[in-house]
């Protein structure tokens, strides 16, 4: 089983909609990221999460660390956002991902 | 900026070759890490290096090597390269201490034939 256990696989929204990607892990950790992975590979650090809740622009994260979830949140959904997005804790030195959600926002 | 760079986009090569990839960070980071990303698979770690010439197993280190000789650079060597190490390559690194944002690289899609 994997320690990081991101939902859904794949999301299909239309613009504007608001969208949430769910992240569950199964050990104690001192960190989670939520990263976002555009077409081409690049990878690029969305936020980094200890407790409670991060904003930035449309973007949400909010993490329940007794639970071991997170979430991320796109509000008001653009076709730019279409993306993976990629759950990660870090565990002292070492980091473990989730496989990644695809989202593809339709105009 | 901060950045972490990797010598080549793309790549192809054949079996049995000898493969380098490069990765470079300028941000004098401690923690170095090689991932490789597969479809339905996410990122999983080859090798790690905390400090120059140090270097840690990750998941997935069969058929690869890693070279840390100066802190800012940090080598994937593939010593016979072969076709199911097709895949995406991507490099990281974070500060040593602390809760600190892992920064990665653009990526290097290899192809080996």
């Known amino acids: 089983k994997n320690e990081v256990e991101q939902s859904p696989q794949n999301l299909t929204a239309q613009e504007g909609e608001f969208i949430t990607i769910n992240c569950s892990y199964s050990?104690?950790?001192?960190?989670l990221h939520w990263l976002q992975q555009h077409p081409g590979g690049g990878i690029v650090s969305l936020f980094m999460?200890?407790?409670g809740k991060k904003k930035h622009g449309r973007l949400i994260a909010t993490i329940n660390i007794q639970e071991k979830h997170s979430s991320l949140h796109i509000t008001a959904s653009h076709p730019r956002d279409s993306a993976v997005y990629i759950c990660?804790?870090?565990?002292?030195?070492?980091?473990?991902f989730g496989a990644g959600t695809r989202l593809t926002v339709k105009p | 900026d901060v950045k972490v760079t990797q010598s080549s986009r793309y790549l192809v090569k054949r079996t049995g070759e000898k493969v380098f990839l490069e990765c470079v960070q300028d941000m004098d980071h401690e923690n170095m890490f090689w991932y490789r990303q597969d479809p339905g698979l996410g990122l999983r770690l080859i090798y790690f290096?905390?400090?120059?010439?140090?270097?840690e197993k990750g998941d997935i280190p069969e058929g690869y090597s890693v070279s840390r000789e100066k802190k800012e650079r940090f080598s994937l060597i593939l010593e016979s390269a072969s076709t199911n190490q097709t895949s995406m390559y991507l490099c990281?690194?974070?500060?040593?201490?602390?809760?600190?944002?892992?920064?990665f690289g653009p990526g290097t899609r290899l192809t080996v034939l």
């Open positions: 990660a804790v870090r565990i002292n030195n070492d980091m473990r």
């Open positions: 999460l200890s407790s």
């Open positions: 050990v104690g950790i001192s960190a």
């Open positions: 990281a690194s974070h500060r040593l201490a602390g809760r600190n944002e892992q920064f």
């Open positions: 290096s905390y400090d120059v010439k140090m270097k």
